[in-house]
């Protein structure tokens, strides 16, 4: 049961291991794009590739959808960002239960953005966690857990890919181990828990008066989605790839930064400045900074509101 990019790998792996697929549930195909057309969920279209039994219902609420999940008579049900809760009558039907990849060290960042929280968190480590699921969102108790270094440069985009490759290798030490009776699940400890919330378009928006690390942290956590911004002369500049840098004066005032060859222009944040590195005006494509200053000569010394 899985829907986005992040579940492909795993779904790969399993259709070449010795496990028998019995069938995929995926969320339903929506309209995607400036045309609307009706796209493919990634999941799918892997399963389709592989002619694997392919289920899209737009609830799991009823019992006719229970009912064919028990018809596959699954052993075990595998879950990889699916996009929806199983109701209890679900967990109840595979007999070794159904297990979830989670793209964090339990109990840290329970919720539906791990990824980015932990880049928001400024987390050293972050991984992944197979885990039994229970009527509780990712409370469940953990089979394995392995974990990764987070890099200065990692943005929520390239942490995406790594985890996600991650995770579908540890499913599969993790499958022959659980089905073969060798691994005790541990219970998480729910006093070191945490959570993070689903991210919208306005968690975007820059407030200048927040740290330059934290603003740094900011701008890679959302990305690629969604973005983050602020405007300028009335049109939203995207702040693509930046820098935290020593230095105070006036809250989103640009500055000149000519000491910093990767970022040469910087803003004024509540603590520091956030050195540009690349940048993307709104009608116009990714740039350098320098670039961007270079055709936008009264960027320098502008205000930026928030």
């Known amino acids: 049961m899985g829907t986005p990019e992040f579940a492909v790998p795993a779904l790969d792996a399993l259709v070449h291991s010795v496990h028998q697929i019995v069938g995929v549930f995926v969320q339903p195909d929506e309209p995607a794009g400036r045309g609307r057309g009706v796209v493919s969920p990634p999941v799918k279209k892997l399963a389709l590739q592989h002619r694997l039994t392919i289920h899209q219902p737009p609830s799991l609420r009823g019992s006719c959808e229970l009912e064919r999940l028990a018809s596959l008579k699954p052993d075990v049900v595998v879950i990889a960002a699916y996009g929806k809760m199983l109701p209890e009558s679900f967990l109840r039907v595979p007999p070794f239960g159904c297990l979830n990849i989670h793209a964090s060290l339990l109990p840290r960042h329970r919720g539906p953005s791990p990824i980015a929280a932990a880049i928001l968190a400024g987390d050293e480590v972050t991984g992944v966690t197979i885990m039994m699921v229970t009527k509780v969102m990712d409370t469940g108790p953990i089979l394995t857990q392995r974990q990764i270094p987070v890099l200065p440069h990692d943005t929520t985009g390239s942490l995406f890919r790594k985890l996600s490759g991650l995770g579908a290798e540890l499913l599969m030490e993790t499958l022959p181990q659980w089905l073969g009776g060798k691994l005790v699940p541990q219970p998480q400890d729910n006093d070191k828990a945490t959570y993070c919330k689903m991210i919208s378009k306005e968690d975007g928006l820059?407030?200048?008066?927040?740290?330059?690390?934290?603003?740094?942290?900011?701008?890679?956590?959302?990305?690629?989605?969604?973005?983050?911004?602020?405007?300028?002369?009335g049109r939203t500049l995207k702040i693509i790839e930046a820098v935290p840098l020593p230095g105070q004066g006036m809250v989103g005032r640009v500055l000149a930064t000519s000491d910093e060859p990767e970022a040469?222009?910087?803003?004024?944040?509540?603590?520091?400045?956030?050195?540009?590195?690349?940048?993307?005006?709104?009608?116009?494509?990714?740039?350098?900074?320098?670039?961007?200053?270079?055709?936008?000569r009264d960027f320098v010394g502008a205000q930026l509101p928030g």
């Open 206 to 233: 820059i407030d200048w008066r927040r740290s330059a690390v934290e603003l740094w942290r900011m701008v890679r956590a959302f990305h690629p989605w969604p973005g983050s911004y602020t405007t300028w002369q």
């Open 264 to 296: 040469p222009v910087g803003v004024h944040t509540g603590n520091g400045v956030l050195g540009l590195v690349r940048v993307q005006l709104e009608g116009k494509r990714v740039m350098g900074a320098a670039e961007f200053i270079r055709g936008q």
